[in-house]
């Protein structure tokens, strides 16, 4: 199901605390990068390994914005338009990005390689707008910068 | 990585070592890193805690609580273990001086959590770090495996044969896991929904045992406040308000960016000489003084305002989180209060039923209102609907929620009248502001 590495550091999580669910979150956390999505299997084998039901698995999923049961884009392109943003052009730069990318809120291109998600503040409030390609920020961005991200990261796949 | 920037009326404090190489260990070490612990390791827990009292520190986080207090809240004798939680899952709108602290100097943090759990007698402390701020793990990860190494964590620290272990934690993306009781759900693996008080965190917290909960920033400063002096630190701001913090400039301002200036520091001068001033030479409108979930203050309010806890208080305001977030006068009031509101929607989680319904609600009514739909009782039951929310939650969301709409009808009346009877928005189309580092 997971690397030896990613199994030996949620072996290791679960003792850092208490109880071993404690662990969860950051768990689910680290599978959906390896794995892609927190798929039936995913949230069965963290279910065991924390001791609780799947139920509760995805009763914990529902909660959290980062966590997805289905597959995103290979670059999950995630647009801030909350106040800070929006106040320097994070909704234009939203709209932008569903055009040249073709695809709306929580959709994926049919090719998987991106997927957009308008979020709430991500902390780059200072350095409005800000945008965020799977876990790497991109900030002080205008329409012509965030082509450059995303041509960037077009590239990056096919190599 | 974020730009720093930097201002002559600024007083380096907790940003002291921002920018050079503290995220090493050895570096720290002489940047003056772990002789405050060393220090406390040879105070006895009521002498660290007055100390801690005597700078007046108050919680950074937004609430202002003062620290030392919050500290002495701990019982003395526990069946159960004792805690340290700190609070990194930074995620107030305006707010992003967390993630500096952390970036640049993560070691600060975990010298703050010691010095903590040795004043309340915790030998485990827990860095929550929201979700979206993935680098920041890998940092502190490196910084705590660094500080076990030279033994200045684990199971004889400094060599004095005392214990205390530090692990860092990630969530997944949640505003209301930024509230304390939240927080503690969250950290236990389950939804963030918050607990009902009391019994406080300090007497029943995290696995049942007694837990100090703080922001990162407010254990940052500790550190510097044990080498310093608390009486140094307080002398910094006005009496009751002691020490620097870390202020947050957006929207529009020519130079955003995170300073760090004594509390008390005049709003005028913030916005106007370390911001530089509203763009393109226009008119200020608004400030949102601390985090989407303060009372907003006019341009009149501002410019006669001090950046400190009581001077907020005293006109019924609070200072929040240090997020300050300008307005110019091309600004949509309507609109505003609208994403204000749109944010809280999608971040109730539900469990209380005011905020839940209230929040959509309002959400429902503002869309309809910017977009030209809004009769005139709509202003009035906007106001009402908010009302209702206060102070009836378990947590502050609610009221979170209710104060920035509260303040924007009632000190932008106007602006909700021009949008009636199917009139356009008059700001739309007004255009943005270029980017300051574009």
């Known amino acids: ?159 | 990585v974020a730009d720093l920037v930097s201002h002559p009326d600024e007083i380096k404090v907790v940003s002291s070592r921002f920018g050079k190489g503290a995220t090493n260990i050895d570096r720290y070490i002489e940047l003056d890193g772990y002789k405050a612990v060393r220090k406390a390791l040879e105070m006895t827990p009521d002498a660290i805690i007055n100390e801690v009292k005597t700078s007046s520190l108050r919680g950074r986080g937004g609430a202002g609580f003062p620290t030392g207090m919050k500290w002495s809240f701990v019982p003395k004798e526990s069946a159960k273990p004792k805690y340290v939680l700190v609070n990194g899952d930074e995620s107030e709108p305006g707010t992003c001086k967390d993630r500096l602290i952390l970036e640049h100097d993560p070691h600060a943090v975990i010298e703050g959590v010691m010095i903590a759990g040795l004043a309340v007698g915790a030998q485990k402390g827990y860095i929550y770090i929201r979700g979206e701020y993935r680098y920041l793990l890998t940092i502190m990860q490196k910084a705590i495996d660094d500080a076990y190494a030279k033994g200045f964590l684990g199971d004889n620290i400094f060599g004095t044969g005392k214990k205390f272990d530090c692990y860092w934690h990630t969530g997944a993306g949640a505003y209301e896991v930024g509230e304390e009781s939240a927080l503690m759900e969250s950290l236990e693996g389950k939804r963030g929904i918050p607990r009902i008080r009391p019994p406080f965190p300090a007497v029943v917290g995290l696995w049942g045992g007694p837990t100090v909960i703080n922001n990162v920033e407010t254990l940052a400063s500790v550190p510097h406040i044990m080498l310093m002096g608390g009486q140094k630190f307080a002398d910094f701001g006005p009496p009751k308000n002691g020490g620097t913090r870390l202020f947050c400039l957006s929207g529009h301002v020519n130079k955003p960016g995170v300073y760090e200036m004594p509390l008390g520091y005049p709003m005028e001068k913030l916005i106007y000489e370390v911001g530089g001033g509203i763009p393109n030479g226009k008119k200020l409108k608004a400030v949102v003084p601390g985090g989407s979930s303060t009372y907003l203050l006019t341009s009149e309010e501002a410019v006669k305002m001090n950046c400190d806890f009581d001077s907020f208080a005293k006109t019924g305001g609070f200072l929040g989180s240090g997020g300050v977030v300008v307005l110019d006068e091309d600004t949509c009031m309507v609109k505003f209060a609208l994403r204000v509101m749109k944010f809280y929607q999608h971040e109730s989680c539900g469990w209380c039923i005011p905020c839940r319904e209230g929040t959509d609600w309002l959400k429902k009514t503002l869309t309809r209102f910017h977009a030209g739909g809004g009769v005139k009782k709509d202003i009035d039951n906007i106001n009402y609907l908010a009302q209702n929310m206060l102070g009836r939650t378990f947590c502050p969301l609610g009221d979170a929620a209710a104060i920035p709409t509260i303040s924007i009808v009632q000190k932008w009346r106007q602006e909700f009248e021009d949008h009636l009877e199917g009139k356009p928005c008059p700001y739309e189309n007004k255009g943005v502001p270029e980017p300051a580092f574009a």
């Open chain 1, 1 to 159: 199901m997971f690397s030896e590495q990613l199994s030996k550091k949620f072996d290791k999580m679960v003792t850092n605390y208490p109880t071993k669910r404690s662990a969860l979150v950051p768990m689910l956390l680290f599978a959906q990068d390896e794995v892609g999505y927190l798929s039936d299997e995913v949230i069965a084998n963290l279910a065991k390994r924390v001791d609780v039901t799947e139920l509760e698995v995805k009763n914990v999923i529902s909660y959290y914005s980062m966590l997805h049961t289905k597959p995103m884009g290979k670059y999950h392109v995630q647009v801030c338009t909350n106040i800070s943003c929006m106040l320097r052009g994070g909704e234009e730069l939203l709209d932008h990005c569903k055009s040249k990318l073709g695809i709306g809120h929580k959709q994926t291109q049919p090719d998987g390689l991106f997927s957009l998600e308008e979020v709430e503040c991500i902390g780059a409030c200072s350095w409005a707008p800000a945008v965020q390609v799977n876990y790497d920020f991109h900030e002080n961005l205008t329409p012509e910068r965030m082509d450059k991200v995303l041509e960037g990261y077009a590239k990056k796949a096919k190599q």
